[in-house]
């Protein structure tokens, strides 16, 4: 069981790496240094240097942002960049465009890495954000929604690949995050029904009489897939009573105690953890 846990581990962090490496511009595409105009600012990616004495690159990209008539400032810098297809919008609220660095630290270091800068008179980061999964940026009527998945529950009763990371939803009002997730229910909703749809209650019925210790589970991956996609969709959506009622109904209840402190065990280490935000309530 060890030996397949880890070699499930080794192919989902080769998948990250592989995204990682094939999605960012700075340093694998030609002409990534190719300047990219916001208004009077521009935005440029750099190649790195390496340090006096060494063999190798620290960082091998760097983001640097123009202002009109100003001096070139450096932003971000890691293993891969690119610039945000969100840039030139207002991310923070403050009425003004900001651009975003995407970067990625490669190899053993884990993280996707966001530099979120806004183009005032002198270019100067607002907040960076780091994530083991990328991160989406939404424009909506209501600002910019920052999504990350957590990271947390990679691995939990599933495969890297069928792993459940509901969202974590925020928005950036100045230098500070905020989770707004309970305020975007409608985003978890779609994700709830659609499991509720595909969830066969003899399937259902099965998973609720089986034993953890019998199997794991590990003979009715879907159903768990399903069943966890619902009650941590309610819980990350700021409703902890509808998904701990879910869970009650729908896990087997012999091991409802163990399944139970397991949540809550990766929730409060997880993204709002990682970020220092208060778990919703």
Avoid at 105 to 123: D, F, Q
Avoid at 128 to 142: A, C, W, Y
Avoid at 243 to 254: C, G, L, S
Wanted: hydrophobic content about 35%; proline content about 7%.
């Amino acid at each position: 069981m060890a030996f397949i846990a880890a070699v499930i581990f080794f192919l989902g962090c080769a998948a990250s790496l592989k995204a990682a490496d094939t999605s960012f511009d700075c340093p694998s595409t030609d002409n990534y240094q190719q300047p990219h105009k916001f208004g009077p600012y521009t935005a440029q990616l750099l190649p790195g240097h390496k340090p006096q004495g060494k063999q190798r690159f620290e960082f091998r990209c760097l983001g640097t942002i123009t202002p009109p008539g100003g001096v070139r400032k450096l932003i971000a810098k890691d293993w891969t960049l690119t610039i945000d297809p969100i840039s030139g919008t207002d991310v923070n609220g403050d009425g003004k465009p900001d651009l975003i660095f995407d970067g990625h630290t490669s190899g053993a270091r884990c993280c996707y890495e966001y530099w979120i800068a806004g183009l005032s008179k002198l270019p100067r980061l607002e907040k960076q954000i780091r994530s083991e999964l990328p991160i989406s940026f939404e424009k909506t009527e209501n600002g910019v929604l920052i999504s990350i998945p957590e990271a947390a529950f990679q691995y939990f009763l599933l495969p890297a690949e069928q792993s459940v990371t509901p969202n974590v939803i925020l928005k950036l009002e100045g230098s500070t995050l905020k989770d707004v997730s309970a305020q975007n229910q409608s985003e978890y909703d779609d994700l709830i029904a659609k499991a509720k749809a595909q969830l066969a209650p003899a399937d259902l019925e099965k998973f609720h009489n089986s034993r953890y210790n019998d199997k794991l589970f590990s003979d009715q991956l879907p159903t768990v897939r399903l069943v966890l996609t619902i009650v941590l969709n309610y819980l990350y959506s700021g409703r902890e009573a509808q998904a701990w009622q879910a869970f009650q109904e729908m896990w087997p209840p012999t091991d409802q105690s163990r399944a139970k402190s397991i949540i809550l065990e990766r929730r409060g280490r997880g993204v709002l953890s990682e970020l220092g935000l208060p778990a919703q309530r």
